[in-house]
Nanobody, 124 residues
Framework: VQLQASGGGWVQPGGSLRLSCAVS????????MAWFRQTPGKEREFVVA????????RYSNSVKGRFIFSRDNAKSTAYLQMNSLKPEDTAIYYC??????????????????WGQGTQVTVSS
C-alpha cells in the first residue's frame, strides 16, 4: 500500500488549496481515509476522517465548515479542499488510511498507512 500526498504550497489568508492523496494497493471507497497535520514541536493533529463511501466525514472543530473531504474511486485519490485558510492552518499535512473504520479515528496510531506529507503555508 502506498499513499502519496501533494498539492501543498503557499497561500494568503482567506485563500484556498486542494490537497490530493493518491492511493495504491487499497480501495479509497471502502477504506477509512484521514488527514492529519503537524507543526514543529507539536503532536500530529486530526483534521478529518471518512469511512466507507456513504459514511459522512468527521471533521475537527478547527476546520469544520472550511475544509471538505472527498474521494474519487476511479482515480483512487482522496482530496482535502481547504477554504478560508488561516495562518494557524500552516502545517505539514499527511494523509492516512486503514482498511476498516475505527471508533478511534482521531488518533494517528489508528492508521496503518501514511503518505509522506505536504507543506501548507498560510501567510501574507
Amino acid at each position: 500500500v502506498q499513499l502519496q500526498a501533494s498539492g501543498g504550497g503557499w497561500v494568503q489568508p482567506g485563500g484556498s488549496l486542494r490537497l490530493s492523496c493518491a492511493v495504491s494497493g487499497l480501495s479509497v471507497s471502502t477504506s477509512a481515509m484521514a488527514w492529519f497535520r503537524q507543526t514543529p514541536g507539536k503532536e500530529r493533529e486530526f483534521v478529518v476522517a471518512a469511512g466507507e463511501r456513504g459514511r459522512p466525514p468527521r471533521y475537527s472543530n478547527s476546520v469544520k465548515g472550511r475544509f471538505i473531504f472527498s474521494r474519487d474511486n476511479a482515480k483512487s485519490t482522496a482530496y482535502l479542499q481547504m477554504n478560508s485558510l488561516k495562518p494557524e492552518d500552516t502545517a505539514i499535512y499527511y494523509c492516512a488510511a486503514r482498511r476498516l473504520w475505527i471508533t478511534t479515528y482521531t488518533k494517528d496510531v489508528s492508521y496503518d498507512y501514511w503518505g509522506q506529507g505536504t507543506q501548507v503555508t498560510v501567510s501574507s
